[in-house]
């Protein structure tokens, strides 16, 4: 279907009619993100309260993170676009260099930790077994992708570019999560994280070690 542009609305209304396609939406995008943005807005006023303003209750960051995103949106899609591009670099340039900073061991030596004596063995986290069930977690890199579809229109040689995207996408997110996880190891216990992953001490010491990074 070329000229459409894509979503679960447009491909269930070409197929199965306008009451589910009206379903579909509701209940992949409405629903979804009314449960799942409460969630996130939350955790990342709690993560800015922690880091920056230990004195602040953490509801009021997430208000004025919603009523920021509210106006910006307000504005019209431009300037939305613009704002999210920025949000993008900075999240996977952050990323990247946490991940570089963390893998080798630039960061504060005082917070340093010896991962080898907290690894798991491989009986110990389920053999073969358990590395499949964990593999789950990859399937979340896969989120998003999607989204050069309604671009196809738009693309000179869509067949190759937006395979390709999707290829580079994920690749990208690899490298970038396999650098940052390894990293992270050298300066969060496994042992203390999985023992209480809300744990004070845990949550304090990662801070630190972000800020003084």
Known sequence: MPDVDGGTGQYLLAGMGPMASMMGNLSAYVITQILSLTAEITLCGTVITQLFFPNVDNRIISMILLVALFLVNLKGVDLFAKVQDVVVVALVGSMILLGIISFFKLGDPSHLINYKAWAPSFKKIGGFKGIMDNMALAFWLLIGVEFIIPEAKNLKNPKRDVLLSMIVALLLLF?????????????????GLAADPNSRSLSTQSAECQLRM
């Open 175 to 191: 490298g970038v999560q396999s650098l940052l996880g390894s990293g992270m190891t050298n300066y969060v216990s496994l042992k």
